[in-house]
């Protein structure tokens, strides 16, 4: 499957063709990485990996691009992931506990460029970041972290935050996190699609607090029905892969993942 989906589907703008006199259907979204994913690896080799993928958008992980880095630091950064041809449009996931947390995360973020900040700010600081949101320009997107999670466990507790704030707060999705607290992906996605700028996908072995990530195909969330969805919704924004698994090895998982992916992008 990996092999056909790296084919059948390898560029950001999905068009699938159909016979007789049904019009030409258009499916379009753009696939990327979270580089949790390759946090073992430094920051030019988590680029050509992603490459290496067929894959040119990222969000950089602190230790991919540290959050107290100097403007020169980030801006040779920058630099370097435009020479590579890979586009960094967001960071995080970032933890928000005071104002000058999120000083620092929209300084960062201004100075490299981005488009969003993937991020967790404590409920302390939610007003103050609904003013920075509207003096940078820059989108914030909630990210929701399953079991354990005392302040964004699901979609429905970010969107509870921030339904009345700026509409340039909004949500990440992490379908695997959402998975695990027994939530259906698809069902969030649609309920709160209006404040949806990111989702992390990833599949997991079972929808409870034991799910473990595992390769996009080989768990239980039900990919074709998750990305039917989108496409009906029309979502335009990115789909990250985040595999946690095989920290020190994670190559082959990210290609069947992805490859599985794009199957189904050049199916639906």
Do not use: W
């Not at 972290?145 to 909004?170: C, Q, T, W």
């Not at 259906?184 to 996908?201: L, N, S, T």
């Not at 789909?239 to 992805?258: C, H, V």
């Amino acid at each position: 499957m990996a092999a056909i989906g790296v084919t059948a589907a390898n560029l950001p703008l999905y068009t699938i063709a159909n016979t007789g006199n049904q019009a030409e259907k258009k499916f379009r979204f753009n696939l990327g990485i979270a580089s949790y994913t390759l946090r073992k690896f430094s920051t030019a080799q988590a680029l050509d990996m992603t490459l290496r993928c067929d894959v040119n958008r990222i969000t950089f992980k602190s230790m991919h691009l540290p959050l107290d880095a100097s403007d020169e630091t980030i801006k040779n950064t920058v630099a370097l992931c435009k020479q590579k041809g890979v586009q960094l449009y967001g960071c995080g996931v970032v933890t928000m506990k005071t104002k000058a947390d999120v000083d620092q995360a929209f300084h960062y973020a201004s100075v490299a460029d981005m488009d969003m900040i993937i991020g967790v700010p404590y409920p302390e600081v939610l007003s103050y970041v609904n003013e920075i949101v509207q003096e940078y320009n820059i989108r914030l997107a909630i990210h929701n972290h399953g079991p354990g999670d005392d302040l964004y466990p699901s979609a429905e507790s970010v969107f509870n935050r921030i339904k009345n704030l700026d509409k340039r707060m909004g949500l990440c999705i992490d379908i695997g996190h959402t998975k695990r607290i027994n939530r259906d992906p698809v069902k969030d996605v649609e309920d709160y699609f209006e404040r949806v700028f990111d989702i992390h996908i990833k599949d997991v072995t079972a929808s409870a607090a034991e799910g473990d990530t595992c390769i996009i195909g080989r768990g239980i969330i039900n990919f074709v029905s998750f990305m039917k969805k989108l496409k009906e919704l029309n979502y335009q924004g990115t789909l990250a892969l985040e595999y946690e698994a095989d920290e020190n090895d994670p190559l082959p998982g990210m290609m069947e993942s992805f490859g599985y992916v794009k199957g189904i992008m050049a199916s639906i």
